[in-house]
């Protein structure tokens, strides 16, 4: 049996995403980019019009996670919004981010 990555629930051999987490199964490439608080929105949008995110997690200098995005195909506009909002927030509070973005393979 395969196990998810995050929660270490057994998953059917044909699943696609974890049932308890949600985090998606198979091969996926993590990529890390270090940005200072004023470039965090418009690196997010620049990986945004990239298309191939999954997941955009934002973390502090110290590692611990101030939002996770959940990327969708249909991910636009009104959707948007709010997680723009959100990351404006986000960069008030912070002086630097790790931005990690998950990545179908």
């Given at each position: 049996?395969?196990?998810?990555e995050?929660?270490?629930?057994e998953?059917?051999?044909t699943?696609?995403?974890c049932?308890?987490?949600?985090?998606s199964?198979?091969?996926?490439?993590?990529?890390?980019?270090?940005?200072?608080?004023?470039?965090l929105?418009?690196?997010?949008?620049?990986?945004?019009?990239?298309?191939?995110?999954?997941?955009i997690?934002?973390?502090n200098?110290?590692?611990?996670?101030?939002?996770?995005?959940?990327?969708?195909i249909g991910?636009?506009?009104?959707?948007?919004?709010?997680?723009?909002?959100?990351?404006?927030?986000?960069?008030?509070?912070?002086?630097?981010?790790k931005?990690?973005v998950?990545k179908?393979?």
């Open positions: 049996m395969v196990s998810c995050k929660c270490h629930t998953l059917p051999e699943a696609r995403y049932p308890s987490c949600g985090k199964v198979g091969m996926t490439v993590m990529e890390e980019f270090e940005v200072t608080s004023d470039e929105v418009k690196r997010i949008k620049e990986i945004l019009d990239e298309g191939n995110a999954t997941r997690i934002v973390e200098e110290q590692g611990k996670t101030l939002l996770e995005i959940p990327v969708t991910l636009v506009g009104v959707l948007l919004a709010p997680w723009l909002a959100a990351l404006g927030a986000v960069a008030a509070i912070a002086t630097k981010c931005i990690r998950e179908k393979a």
